[in-house]
């Protein structure tokens, strides 16, 4: 199905945990074939946005629509991948029979599943440990064999949770090159990151704070908006200037 209107639309999301509202009203959209960065510092809300968005999110009100079809409809489980912070892999099972486990939930037919764990494989750059047990790689190599699992099933969409935490930066680097080169071949990513120089390595960026969107804007945008000299001064400022225009409101209205 061809979809027209941007890999994701939400309107009006609200999403309580807790007790308490995690996220209030938030409108934002994913543009299709492009790597979009979401990007704040931890509990702005970035991974319930993306668990509403993969249709995971319990205890959510609004529109969230994925591909023309409301989040976490039956005929989304090909069409999105979902990478989550935790490797979410099988340790005791090699890279390969993970990959054809997945390949088997996405409802691969058995004659092209070997096809589509062979390009999953290549396309992390995993070749040569394909019949290694994934409890004996390292923790780099375990995030790719997840982003593999997640790529296997030839989704259109990808929403990957913070995928580069923790990695070196040399896999880091590796990873975001990956995921330039999928959105070239017509992929959409959304992908979260509490790193704030990675917002350089995005074609745009979704930038949150406490469950609210501060600016959605490209990366060369946000430095000529803020006359700041990186993505994380960049960020801060925006976030001064809106603290301010909140206070002033407060104050006009009293």
Request: overall charge negative.
């Amino acid at each position: 199905m061809v979809n027209n209107g941007g890999a994701v639309r939400v309107r009006g999301l609200d999403v309580e945990r807790g007790g308490r509202e995690v996220i209030a009203g938030l409108d934002v959209d994913v543009p299709t074939g492009q790597v979009v960065g979401l990007l704040g510092p931890s509990g702005s809300g970035k991974t319930t946005l993306m668990r509403a968005i993969v249709g995971v999110q319990d205890r959510t009100r609004g529109e969230v629509t994925v591909l023309g079809e409301p989040a976490g409809s039956p005929g989304l489980r090909r069409r999105v991948g979902y990478v989550t912070q935790a490797a979410s892999v099988y340790t005791d099972l090699t890279v390969v029979q993970n990959l054809r486990y997945f390949a088997r939930l996405a409802g691969l037919p058995a004659a092209g599943a070997d096809a589509a764990v062979a390009r999953a494989v290549d396309t992390v750059d995993l070749a040569g440990h394909e019949k290694q047990r994934v409890g004996t790689l390292s923790g780099g190599e375990r995030s790719r064999v997840s982003l593999a699992a997640a790529l296997v099933g030839d989704p259109e969409l990808l929403v990957l949770d913070e995928p580069t935490v923790g990695l070196d930066p040399v896999l880091r680097r590796d990873l975001w090159r990956t995921f330039r080169g999928l959105a070239a071949d017509g992929r959409s990513l959304l992908v979260s990151s509490h790193v704030m120089d990675e917002a350089t390595q995005c074609g745009r960026l979704l930038l949150l704070r406490r469950g609210e969107l501060v600016a959605d804007t490209t990366p060369d945008e946000l430095l000529a908006e803020t006359g700041a000299p990186d993505a994380e001064r960049a960020f801060l400022a925006l976030i001064d200037r809106s603290e301010a225009a909140g206070t002033t409101t407060g104050e006009e209205s009293r």
